[in-house]
């Protein structure tokens, strides 16, 4: 039905300027009508018709991609059943994202909002529940748990913290890098190397 695509393309529009608004200015900085305008809406109040507060925005553009990276996480969990080898599981959480953002840009936007997104203690649990309650990612941690069965629990939890931190944050600088034309890598090496550096974080010797 034309409606039906008018309204889906709209919302597309939507969803894509507020992606790339929230990603270089940040969420609280940027406001519905700048949105609206972005998108090209003559409808100032576009943004609520569509999708009722902001909130509902973030959570559209957060699924808008994280059902593709479940995809691919599911398909790359199937390819690693049966592993024992922590750099499989560890490939496991980061080349999804990668190879998402990889069939994007550049310029792609979703790795930078999703840092604007973190940061924000109000939104933070829309990213977070998008990303960690999905069956291939329990799939995933639950065989780096068996990876890392020897760590101590105290240790175990502060290495997560700084994996997801460094994750997050390499992601995003490299696709700021492929934006602005400032790096040569590529979406695969940068996986690689920080798969690499992953694998040395939770296999470093603990010290008292």
């Known amino acids: 039905m034309p409606g039906t695509r008018d309204v889906t393309a709209t919302r597309d529009l939507i969803m894509t ?9 940040g969420v609280a900085a ?21 999708f009722g507060t902001k ?6 553009i957060i699924e808008r991609h994280s059902g593709e990276i479940e995809r691919i996480r599911a398909r790359m969990a199937s390819a690693a059943d049966g592993s024992g080898e922590l750099r499989d599981w560890i490939a496991c959480l980061v080349r999804p994202s990668t190879e998402h ?7 792609s936007y979703f790795a930078r909002f999703a840092v604007q997104v973190l940061a924000d203690p109000r939104l ?32 175990r939890t502060a290495r997560d913290d700084m994996a997801n931190s460094l994750i997050l944050h390499v992601v995003a ?4 890098g492929l934006a602005d034309d400032t790096t040569a890598t ?19 010797p603990v010290t008292s």
Request: proline share 5%; with cysteine.
């Open 17 to 25: 300027a507020a992606e790339r608004l929230f990603a270089t200015r």
């Open 30 to 50: 940027v406001s519905a009508r700048q949105i609206s305008e972005a998108a090209g809406q003559g409808n100032t109040a576009a943004v609520g018709y569509h």
């Open 55 to 60: 909130n509902g925005l973030i959570k559209a």
């Open 101 to 107: 953002l990889a069939t994007l840009g550049p310029p």
């Open 124 to 155: 933070r649990h829309l990213l977070l529940e998008a990303t960690f309650a999905t069956p291939a990612i329990g799939t995933v941690l639950a065989a780096v748990d068996g990876c890392l069965s020897g760590l101590p629990d105290a240790v």
């Open 173 to 176: 600088r490299h696709e700021r």
């Open 186 to 204: 590529s979406w695969p090496d940068t996986a690689t190397m920080l798969i690499d550096a992953l694998v040395g974080l939770f296999t470093a």
